[in-house]
C-alpha cells in the first residue's frame, strides 16, 4: 500500500494552504541563532536541522500572558467585561513525540471542573503535526517515562522523516480532517523513513518507583532534597520551558480609569510564590520549591490525572544555568 | 463564553472597622439576579477584586443562613488590601465564588461544638458561629475561645459583646502577654494556654479552628490532649492562591490543592498530609 507522502518542497504549500484560510503555522524557526517555535509565514523560515526547539509549543495555548478581562472606571461606575478568546486555528508543525504528550495532562489539569476556556478552546482549535526525532542529544530521556520518538499520544499528524518528504499518518480524527482539508498538498507514493533516534534508558532510573517513593510522605523532609537541590538558584527557567508547567499569576494592569486583568506565566521556583501577606511561607527554602516542582511532575499529575507531568523532553537540563538534572533526582528516588 | 476567572460586580453596602487595619464589607451583587440566586455554605471562600490592583482571597465571613448579601473581613497587609481598604460605601468592587469545600455543619446535629480563633482567623469560623446560632436548638453547648495580639487587635467587638450577653454562649476572650489594658476582664495568655485551661469536654464534640498555621498547629495538640477525636476538629488552611479552581498552582499542600479540596480539613486529614502548610 501507498503512503501518504507531504513532500519537503511542498511544506510551503502547506503553511500557505494554512495560513490562506486564515489560520496560525507555527513551527521551529531560528531566531537569534536558536531554533524556537514562533508564528511562520513561508517555509524558508522552518528549520530543519534542530532536536528540539529551545520553547515548548505549549506558549501558543497557553501564552506567557494573557487578557482574561477588561474593566473601565469613572467616578460612580466600574464596568467589567469578559473577553473573547483568541483561538486561530493553529497548526503547531514540528513537535516532537515527547511534547506532544505534555497535552493530556495540560488539558487535564485546566478541565479539572472548572474549564479554564482560555487553554481549551486553542487547544481544540490546534492540530499538532509531529516529527519524529532522528536525531537527539544527552539531555533527551523520552524511553526513560515510557515514550519514545515512536509515540502519538498528543499528536495529531505524525510525520516520519524521509530523503525530500515526510510520510504522514494522520493518528486522530483531528488530524485526518487536517489532512482533508489539505489534501492537495499530500501525495500518495512510496518513502524510505530515516532511522529515529532512541535515547538510551537510564538505567538506575525506574519511574513507577519514583512514584511510589513521592506517594510515601516520609520522604518529605528527607536531607536528599537539600543536598541533591540546594543549588538550585530559582531562575525559574526549568519551568518556563517545560511542556508541562502552568503555573500562572493573575494581575491587573492599568491606569485608574482602565484596565485590563491577566493570566500571566509564574513559577513555583520563585520565592515569593506561595509566601503569605503574613511573611509565613510553607516553602522556605529553594530545596523545597525544588521538591514541589519534583512532586508536581512524579506524584500530582500521575496520582490526581494518570497523565504524565514530564515528558522526558530534557529541555530543564539544556537550559539550566546550575546544571541541575532531574534525572539525578529521579535516580536517587529510584533507589 | 464561560469565563472562569471573570468577577461578579458587587457594592460596598456598609463598612465596619474592626480593629486597626482591619475592617468589614458588607457586600451585594449588583445583578438583581444573583442577589436571589446566590448561595454558598460555611467554610467557602472567595476572590475578591479591587479593580486596577488584582484579587485577594478571603473567606466569606457570613453566614449563609442571612441571605441576599455577604460579609468580608481583611486586614490592610499588601496591595489588594490596601487598595481594598481605600474604598467607601457605595464603591463597587469585584467578587468571584464561591469556592471550596465547607464545614459539614449538618453533621454537627446534636453535638457541643467548641469555637478556637485566633487574630483574623476569627472571620471563617464567624460565619459557622452565626450558621450554628442561628439553628441554635440544633446543637449542645457552643464554646468560643478567641484570642488577639492585643485588646485593639480583636475583631468584631461589637459581636462577641453580644456572644456574651448571649446566656447559651460560653465565650472566653484572651489577648497575648502584654497586649492587655488595665480594664481588661478576659483572659492573659497564648490561645493554646487559654484552651488547656477553658479545657472544654471532648465528648460528644466537635472543634472548629482558625489562626495562623503556628497556633493551628499548637490548637490541635491541646485539643488531642483534651481528647477529641482528629475527626472531629476541623481547621481552615489560608495557603496562597490565586484562581481559587485548581489552576494555577498555588495552593498546594503536596498533592492536595486547598482551593479545591480544602480549605476546610479534619485534624485526621491535615495528618494525613504533607507537612507544608
Ligand atoms: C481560603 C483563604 C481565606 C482567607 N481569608 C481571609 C480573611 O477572611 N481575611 C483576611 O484578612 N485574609 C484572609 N486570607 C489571607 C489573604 O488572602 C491575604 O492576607 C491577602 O490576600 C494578602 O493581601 P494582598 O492581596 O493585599 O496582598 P498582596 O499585595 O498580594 O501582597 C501580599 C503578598 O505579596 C507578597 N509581598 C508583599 N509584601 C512583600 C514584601 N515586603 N516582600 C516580599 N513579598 C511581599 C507576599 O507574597 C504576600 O503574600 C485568606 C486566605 C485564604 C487562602
Ligand atoms: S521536567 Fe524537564 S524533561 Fe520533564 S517535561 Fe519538563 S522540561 Fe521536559
Ligand atoms: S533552571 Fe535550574 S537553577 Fe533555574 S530554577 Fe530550574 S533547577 Fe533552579
Ligand atoms: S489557588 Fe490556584 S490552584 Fe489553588
Known amino acids: ?75 460612580d461606575s466600574v464596568d467589567m467585561k469578559g473577553v473573547e478568546v483568541y483561538a486561530p486555528q493553529t497548526v503547531v508543525f514540528g513537535a516532537r513525540p515527547c511534547e506532544a504528550a505534555s497535552l493530556a495532562g495540560m488539558r487535564a489539569l485546566f478541565t479539572w471542573d472548572f474549564i479554564d476556556e482560555f487553554y481549551t478552546k486553542r487547544e481544540e482549535n490546534t492540530v499538532v503535526v509531529t516529527v519524529a526525532c532522528t536525531k537527539g542529544d ?138 503569605h501577606a503574613s511573611g509565613h511561607n510553607p516553602r522556605e527554602h529553594q530545596h523545597q520549591r525544588w521538591r514541589n516542582r519534583f512532586m508536581c511532575k512524579f506524584h500530582f499529575y500521575p496520582e490526581k490525572f494518570s497523565s504524565k507531568g514530564c515528558v522526558g523532553c530534557g529541555r530543564c537540563i539544556r537550559v539550566c544555568p546550575v546544571r541541575l538534572d532531574i534525572t539525578e533526582v529521579m535516580e536517587e528516588f529510584s533507589k | 463564553m464561560n469565563n472562569i476567572y471573570l468577577p461578579n460586580l458587587v457594592t460596598i453596602e456598609d463598612i465596619y472597622e474592626e480593629a486597626p487595619d482591619v475592617r468589614s464589607f458588607r457586600l451585594v451583587f449588583k445583578d438583581p439576579k444573583l442577589r436571589d440566586t446566590f448561595e454558598f455554605k460555611t467554610g467557602q471562600f472567595g476572590l475578591y477584586s479591587a479593580f486596577g490592583l488584582g484579587e485577594s482571597t478571603f473567606c466569606i465571613a457570613s453566614s449563609p443562613t442571612r441571605k441576599g448579601y455577604i460579609q468580608c473581613t481583611f486586614r490592610k497587609s499588601g496591595r489588594v488590601t490596601g487598595g481594598l481598604a481605600q474604598l467607601s460605601i457605595g ?41 450554628v446560632l442561628d439553628r441554635r436548638e440544633d446543637f449542645g453547648n457552643i464554646t468560643i475561645v478567641y484570642g488577639a495580639k492585643t485588646v485593639a487587635d480583636l475583631v468584631y467587638k461589637e459581636e462577641l459583646k453580644h456572644w456574651e450577653e448571649r446566656g447559651d454562649v460560653n465565650l472566653v476572650q484572651a489577648v497575648d502577654p502584654g497586649g492587655q489594658t488595665p480594664d481588661w476582664k478576659g483572659s492573659v495568655g497564648f490561645v493554646p494556654t487559654v484552651l488547656k485551661e477553658a479545657a472544654p469536654k471532648a465528648e460528644n464534640s466537635v472543634a472548629v479552628t482558625c489562626g495562623p498555621p503556628i497556633m493551628i498547629k499548637f490548637v490541635l495538640n491541646t485539643l488531642l490532649e483534651l481528647g477529641f477525636e482528629e475527626g472531629s476538629v476541623y481547621t481552615t488552611l489560608e495557603n496562597r492562591m490565586k484562581c481559587g479552581v485548581g489552576k494555577c498552582g498555588r495552593c498546594n499542600v503536596g498533592d492536595v490543592y486547598v482551593c479545591k479540596e480544602g480549605p476546610v480539613y479534619t485534624a485526621a486529614e491535615i495528618k494525613r498530609m504533607y507537612n507544608d502548610f
Open chain 1, 1 to 75: 500500500m501507498a503512503d501518504k507522502i507531504l513532500k519537503k518542497a511542498g511544506l510551503g504549500a502547506l503553511i500557505e494552504s494554512v495560513t490562506g484560510k486564515g489560520g496560525r503555522f507555527v513551527a521551529p524557526t531560528t531566531d537569534s541563532r536558536q531554533v524556537v517555535f514562533k508564528k511562520v509565514k513561508s517555509a524558508e523560515e522552518v528549520a530543519t536541522d534542530y532536536i528540539l526547539a529551545r520553547n515548548s509549543f505549549k506558549e501558543f495555548l497557553f501564552p506567557q500572558t494573557e487578557v482574561v478581562a477588561e474593566f473601565t472606571m469613572s467616578k
Open chain 1, 138 to 275: 544527552d539531555a533527551c530521556f523520552c524511553t526513560t517515562v515510557n515514550l519514545s520518538p515512536e509515540s502519538t499520544e498528543g499528536t495529531d499528524v505524525y510525520l516520519r522523516e524521509a530523503a525530500d518528504s515526510y510520510i504522514v499518518q494522520a493518528v486522530t480524527e483531528k488530524g485526518k480532517k487536517f489532512v482533508e482539508t489539505h489534501a492537495a498538498v499530500f501525495s500518495e507514493g512510496n518513502a524510505k523513513a530515516e532511522p529515529l533516534f532512541m535515547p538510551e534508558k537510564i538505567a538506575n532510573i525506574d519511574i513507577a518507583k519514583v512514584s511510589a517513593r513521592l506517594k510515601d510522605k516520609t520522604h518529605y523532609d528527607d536531607k536528599v532534597w537539600a543536598r541533591l537541590t540546594s543549588k538550585c538558584i530559582g531562575c525559574g527557567a526549568c519551568t518556563f520551558v517545560c511542556p508541562t508547567c502552568r503555573c500562572f499569576d493573575i494581575v491587573d494592569e492599568g491606569t485608574a480609569f482602565e484596565g485590563e486583568r491577566r493570566k500571566n506565566w509564574d513559577s513555583c521556583q520563585y520565592d515569593t510564590f506561595t509566601l
Open chain 2, 91 to 131: 464603591d463597587t468592587m469585584g467578587f468571584r465564588g464561591p469556592y471550596g469545600n465547607h464545614f459539614p455543619v449538618d453533621e454537627w446535629k446534636g453535638k457541643n461544638i467548641v469555637f478556637i480563633a485566633g487574630g483574623i482567623g476569627l472571620p471563617p469560623v464567624r460565619s459557622v458561629i452565626w450558621n
